[in-house]
């Protein structure tokens, strides 16, 4: 039975000059349930304010680029100077991190990777980054930007690619990159911070754009290729002069599988949803371990 068993015959209301029955239970009781009653009131508005204050909680650094020049169609590559932002510059440890951009008043700022290698910021003092420009975003605004504007950073966020899941290179000799668009920034710091291509028997890199133009990082693969990747463009809309693979990323992927043991193969994935997505089923359904699958979100 509940200690608040409350009957008409014992009401707990007061009338001022009227006759009082005496509640049935002791004053000590009322005033802790009262008590508890207010404590839990506060309770609540404590965890209110302190999630709103944990809301607001990122640290913003103004920071000028340094570098801002067309990448592809629709893609720029941007270098933001980090050198009087030690602490930044050296909080990115890992491929596959990332961080908030503000451009001026924009109340949404933009998530982006870094594709620059965490070696870069040290030695440099930069922070490098592949930008789509999208109408009406953050990003749009950054790529109209000049050499010399200031932008405001957070922190560096995310795990990054954890490649300890895919070690050592002798154990893990195939690894399976994929990357579609702008997801090929993560990728370029994921290569050029060295996984241990070199030691492995099979590396390869499935990338995918709409057509050559749109395709980053061209005048990079060749030293991917030397360090042990061997690079896959695959078109969805390409001319008719193109002669490599076209279609999605997952279906090129597909029709070449060639797996030779499930067990020593890892992947790494970032681009578009459906296509992380598909991959990850395909992978998973020829046996590669889910947890050989990484992914930097």
């Not at 340094?66 to 009087?84: G, K, T, Y």
């Not at 990159?177 to 990728?187: C, D, H, M, W, Y």
């Not at 005048?219 to 360090?227: A, G, H, P, T, V």
Request: with cysteine.
């Amino acid at each position: 039975m509940s200690i608040l068993s409350l009957t008409p015959s014992h009401p707990l209301t007061l009338h001022s000059h009227a006759h009082f029955s005496p509640s049935p239970f002791p004053m000590s009781i009322l005033r802790r349930l009262n008590l508890n009653f207010t404590n839990h009131r506060l309770r609540r508005r404590f965890a209110t304010v302190s999630a709103a204050v944990r809301q607001d909680t990122t640290v913003w650094t103004p920071l000028p680029l340094s570098e801002i020049e067309p990448a592809a169609e629709s893609l720029f590559h941007i270098a933001i100077d980090v050198s009087d932002a030690p602490d930044l510059a050296t909080s990115h440890t890992r491929a596959g991190q990332y961080l908030q951009l503000k451009v001026g008043d924009s109340p949404k700022p933009s998530f982006l990777a870094i594709a620059s290698p965490p070696k870069l910021a040290i030695k440099r003092g930069v922070f490098e980054f592949l930008v789509k420009s999208v109408a009406g975003s953050t990003a749009e605004a950054l790529c109209a930007l000049k050499k010399g504007d200031v932008v405001e950073l957070s922190q560096v966020m995310g795990n990054g690619f954890d490649i300890s899941r895919i070690e050592p290179p002798e154990k893990f000799g195939t690894v399976l990159v994929f990357a579609t668009g702008s997801g090929i920034s993560p990728i370029r710091s994921l290569i050029e911070s060295g996984f241990g291509a070199g030691k492995r028997s099979d590396v390869r890199l499935y990338y995918g754009a709409r057509n050559l133009q749109r395709m980053a990082y061209q005048d990079r693969f060749k030293d991917w290729e030397s360090s042990g990747v061997k690079i896959v463009p695959v078109l969805s809309q390409p001319d008719d002069s193109w002669t490599g693979e076209s279609g999605f990323v997952q279906a090129a992927f597909t029709r070449a599988k060639e797996i030779s043991n499930p067990l020593s193969t890892g992947a790494v994935l970032c681009g578009q949803k459906q296509m992380t997505e598909e991959v990850t089923s395909i992978l998973v359904a020829d046996g590669v371990s889910v947890e050989k699958i990484l992914k930097n979100f």
